[in-house]
């Protein structure tokens, strides 16, 4: 027996989907596991990302001892560059292979290339401060998809991770369910699982039992198939590179999240692509069209993704046409699916066909349903539930199946973000609300909830602004004049100055990016142009004014 106290505190993921962050926190040292991100609302104007209020872990930066990734997604690792950014003495980041690899290619995106980050592999154990942390090996939409084992003196605590449990999974490797009833054995203490589809009755299907789908559609083509699914789901990758090769069928790689996923995922051996089955970017129009099938990103209808600039009409390598077939293999997240319509819409305006996984099940969620809920708790015998990953609806549901399965409804235990569990020798109860919400990320800049204008009228104010105006050409997109650069109120930046001239040169590489990427669309192009501009002014003035793209065409 001890006197410690586990303090569970979620930072994010309860009451909504997305930016999970949890803290455990034992004898004053902190294991944080997974660091999420979401994405704006489309009401939310001027935001690109927004991040759990993480002030707890800034205020204790010294005493967090590690930084666990369950998986590779966006809503456990992308808040993950702010996090480390803001931390005094960054803690090493441990994950899965591919979870590690990612992280590191992100990382060094941000320019953050001191992080370390560790590689962990299924059934290894590591020490961190007083915790003991042990991966187990789950299935979810990902390769290398852990839970996470935490064990102090007073025992050990489970967070799942995101999983289903998938008896035929791709990588033929299932869920450890050994491992998880052991756990249950040895006296699990606490356990914190995945809510996502506690609407869901039964069990999900298995994502092998798409690929036979896959094939069914195709094989009723006649011309270009196109098949947009997450890039990260690289099983599913797999699985669409399998069925184009039963049909004598090329692929081609479009969109840069989908090259680089899959190049990882080659060279970590979770995908299998024969060399000679690649289609460049650049020969699909010449390549026939009943000989190719296109894997893109943009099945969330995302803004600047390749399936929604092809909708438009605007992407530089693939002009849908009449007779492609558009296959969404994924179906939307919450909040997308308006996004989604308009991009199915604009794909049938260009002549093509939509399917999507309401026509045909070419779709598998990650994460398990009900039944798989169930077993979970009746494989871990858990003596404390907290339902973590889901809205406010989804949290009372699972822990509806909880009770259902025999847990006294005093044990369980409905969270919030920002709302400690404590639990010690003598029981378990909610402590002391701490510090939780959201963080608007508007291209580098991290601040707190304000609405545009404030916004604009605290950086007017403080950091004054900068009006670059560019001259492009209609024909190629380049800068034919050099561009003029206005400014107000900047301080420490005269007229003069060789900065001005380095903002110039900014901004002409900026155009030229643009240029070379191909892109026509005049929003687009300041779109880029702001997000250059105002990441060159941070990083050589350490302010933030606002910057007013203004691109005329000639
Ligand atoms: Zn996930
Ligand atoms: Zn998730």
């Given at each position: 027996m001890t006197n410690g106290t586990l303090r569970v505190l979620p930072l994010g993921g309860l009451g909504e989907i997305g930016k999970n962050m949890m803290v455990v926190e034992y004898g004053g040292r902190i294991v944080v596991v997974d660091t999420g991100l979401m994405f704006p609302a489309p009401d939310q104007l001027g935001i690109d990302l927004v991040l759990p209020d993480f002030t707890y872990l800034r205020e204790r930066a010294e005493d967090i001892d590690a930084i666990v990734l369950t998986h590779g997604h966006e809503d456990h690792?992308?808040?993950?560059?702010?996090?480390?950014?803001?931390?005094?003495?960054?803690?090493?980041?441990?994950?899965?292979?591919?979870?590690a690899a990612m992280v590191r290619s992100k990382l060094d995106e941000h320019r953050l290339k001191d992080a370390e980050v560790r590689d962990v592999l299924a059934t290894q154990t590591f020490e961190a401060g007083p915790f003991s942390i042990e991966m187990v090996k789950m299935a979810h939409s990902i390769p290398d998809s852990f839970a996470v084992a935490i064990t102090t003196e007073l025992g050990t605590m489970l967070m799942t991770g995101d999983y289903k449990f998938d008896q035929t999974p791709v990588d033929g490797v299932p869920a450890d369910v050994a491992r998880l009833a052991e756990l249950g054995r040895e006296g699990l203490l606490l356990l914190c699982g995945d809510s996502t589809n506690a609407d869901r009755?039964?069990?999900?299907p298995s994502e092998s039992s798409v690929g036979p789908r896959l094939r069914e559609v195709f094989a009723r083509c006649r011309g270009r198939i196109v098949v947009t699914c997450f890039a990260s789901n690289i099983?599913?990758?797999?699985q669409v590179v399998d069925a184009a090769a039963a049909l004598d069928r090329r692929v081609s790689l479009i969109g840069r999240s989908m090259r680089k996923n899959t190049n990882i995922g080659r060279m970590l051996g979770h995908i299998d692509v024969p060399e000679g089955m690649l289609v460049g970017p650049k020969e699909i129009e010449d390549f026939p069209d009943d000989k190719l099938v296109i894997i893109s990103t943009g099945s969330q209808g995302e803004p600047l993704s390749a399936l929604r600039r092809m909708a438009h009409g605007d992407h530089p390598n693939v002009d849908l046409h009449d007779g492609d077939t558009v296959i969404f293999s994924a179906t939307p997240i919450p909040g997308n699916e308006r996004a989604v319509n308009e991009t199915i819409d604009r794909i049938y305006r260009l002549g093509a066909n939509v399917i999507t996984p309401s026509d045909v099940p070419v779709h598998a969620s990650g994460h398990g349903y009900a039944e798989e809920l169930k077993l979970m708790i009746?494989?871990?015998?858990?003596?404390?539930?907290?339902?973590?990953?889901?809205?406010h609806r989804r949290l009372r549901l699972h822990s509806e199946l909880a009770e259902a399965v025999g847990v006294p409804p005093k044990s369980i235990f409905r969270g919030e973000n920002g709302l400690p569990l404590e639990i010690d020798a003598s029981g378990a109860r909610f402590g002391a609300r701490e510090q939780a919400g959201l963080i608007f990320v508007d291209?580098?800049?991290?601040?707190?909830?304000?609405?545009?204008?404030?916004?604009?009228r605290r950086m007017l104010s403080a950091d004054g602004i900068f009006i670059v105006v560019a001259t492009i050409s209609e024909q190629d997109g380049r800068s034919v004049v050099p561009p003029e650069i206005i400014f107000r109120g900047v301080p420490f930046v005269e007229e003069s100055d060789s900065f001005v001239d380095e903002l110039r040169e900014a901004v002409d590489g900026s155009l030229a990016h643009s240029a070379e990427e191909e892109i026509s669309e005049i929003d687009l192009v300041q779109d880029h142009l702001h997000d250059d501009v105002a990441e060159f002014v941070y990083e050589r003035l350490k302010r933030r004014p606002m910057i007013l793209p203004v691109v005329v065409e000639v």
């Open positions: 690792v992308g808040a993950l560059p702010f996090v480390l950014r803001e931390l005094e003495s960054a803690p090493p980041v441990y994950g899965g292979p591919l979870t009755q039964g069990m999900s099983h599913r990758v797999q009746n494989l871990t015998r858990p003596r404390y539930v907290m339902p973590v990953h889901g809205d291209g580098v800049e991290v601040g707190d909830i304000e609405d545009v204008a404030l916004r604009d």
